[in-house]
């Protein structure tokens, strides 16, 4: 029994817990002290096989600033790293479940040099940690699938080993080759019968061909709802009005954004892909990798993130930042037991804060985690089973 | 005594200290664990009167997106809050110094109606903590000078009362009138003998050109060394060689620049300015008031945010973003006695890192701050006095 909660919505209850699952919802007790519960935090984006989180801190090594030039440098670190990927993966996964992230969706580097390697690392995480956080996993083309060849049946392959989705990577800016590289994933999505989640972080015009042809083929294909493109950095670069006719194609194909906020690239115009009826969810992404020092996987954090880059400002705005990280990715992510309500799983994060807005912009100490009516996690710390 | 310390440029010592200061640099007493210190962070550009920190969450209310926007929206707030601007800049003092900040440069608003109600505020909580933590003030006209008639005069004024240097605010932006409000400021500063800090948002050739006439005002003042321009996301938003032609200029007037590393607008480009020899500084800008509802004063998460807006990944780069809110910030404000050395203050900061760049990019709790040999704070709070 949680005697005195207050609930994203402004409403208030106490909660009464059985079998795990919220039995009912009564009026507040209130001589208990209140505490504002949110539902679980969903990481539409993650590298599980990248962080680093454990080692000693490895400089970044990337010699430009191209995409390439990350690949690059990735494979030199790999190849020096002296803690496997099983290892930090679960560092990673212990300290983001501690911060209240109880869903996520993990691309996983496969490529030929790699093979499925990366791919039974966080298989291995995810058996290791299924009582505590839901992982899907997407088979990710980190080095490109025309210009790595063999990828393509290593992609097919992981499907069958355990991965959820196919994934991609600039079509263009990588492999220089649109038809080619969409054959490929588009194929075992369909072979397969999985969903799809695309890189793009190709910039403007370019970028935006891209996302039509992605879109022409979703339809084409029927995978309507089960295609994300992640980062879509060209929405951000282009006019209005060719971000709101892309937006258009994205919605009628049933294609979700995902963004993380990026740094310095254009950010996707997020209230204008959500008027125009576009799914869009966030993610952590780099998480002190290779690629990027910054990160810490805490997705109250990502939104504040998300909304700064964004310039949202408003309560409204910072609801909508909240919901990329919770209820919109849980729809992308295709969680059917996911959210507040009577019946549902009794999955809550507890922190300090007035209100939504303030959780949002303020990102609070996690006072505690419940997974399944355990707490699993007190003040950022996983508790023992 | 510490006894095993090491600093940001890697070096290892045993820090003997006597009153208050560095006594002895020894060699470090390897039985004792290891701790990571840092200078007092400094925080180059606050608003202590403008926070709510305090009070129960406020919505942000501002009717559009523009500078003048949020000023129309800032003054409703003003004349709603329930708590004085003594009480909640106090509560942001007591944050900030547990967070490691130990020097900052607040702008106080001054117009024709307020008058100088908020430097009374920002003068009471100088002199509260006056032992705890430096803070200059900077008579910051918010409502413009020419559009605020009367204001000239106050910014005199406040000077007379105790402020420490004059502020500006978007010439042409607000006051419509690049002459008049660049008379009215240097002129004061003039008169006074004291230095300038102007925020400047105005992007484009339009800031540029305002930023000439900064750099031409300051070199006939004999103001080199004097004057900041905050913001500058003009220097961000033209051509490259745009931006360093008007570094050279900046350079050669002695005009430093301050970034707080802007969610949405553009960022001015760091290395191309220090590469030219302009300043560049630090600041949190607005901290949970009426402008924004993000920022908490903490200047190592606001290093982070300047490196993530400005694309840094390498440890060098952690490090310029690092010099900012520390070194660079002291200089511009004209700290003498800072810095850890042999003689020095004994002002530190112990964090859990093992170098400069994970400080920066993970930003880790603060074990401790010191301020003149006494633990001033543990675990991010205040300990008694």
Known sequence: MIGNAWLPDGSRHGIEIRDGRV????PPTASEPGVFLMPPLVDGH???DKTLLGLPWVPNQAAGNTVADRIEAERKVRAARSV????????????????????????????????LKNLQAVLAIRERFRDLVTIQIVAFPQSGVVRSPGTARLLDEAIGQGADLVGGLDPVGIDRDL?????????????????IDIHLHDGGDGGIAEMRAIAERTRAAGLAGKV?????????????????????LLAEAGIAIMSHGPGAATMPPLPLLRAHGVEVFGGSDNIRDAWSPFGNGDMLERAMLIGYRANFRH????????EMVTEAAARVLGLADYGIRLGGAADFVAVEAETLAEAVAARPRRKWVMKGGRIVARDGVLTPP
């Open 23 to 26: 039995a009912a919802l009564r």
């Open 46 to 48: 993650i590298h599980l």
């Open 84 to 115: 496997s990927e099983t290892e930090t993966g679960a560092n990673l996964v212990k300290q983001v479940v501690a911060s209240g992230t109880l869903h996520m969706r993990s691309h996983v580097d496969i490529d030929n040099q790699l093979g």
């Open 179 to 195: 038809d080619g590289h969409l054959d490929a994933i588009f194929g075992v999505a369909e072979r397969r019968g999985v969903g």
């Open 228 to 248: 994300a493109i992640s980062h879509a950095f060209a929405l951000g670069s282009v006019p209005t009005e060719t971000a709101a006719r892309t937006a258009d």
């Open 315 to 322: 309560d409204h705005e910072l609801a909508l930042a909240f």
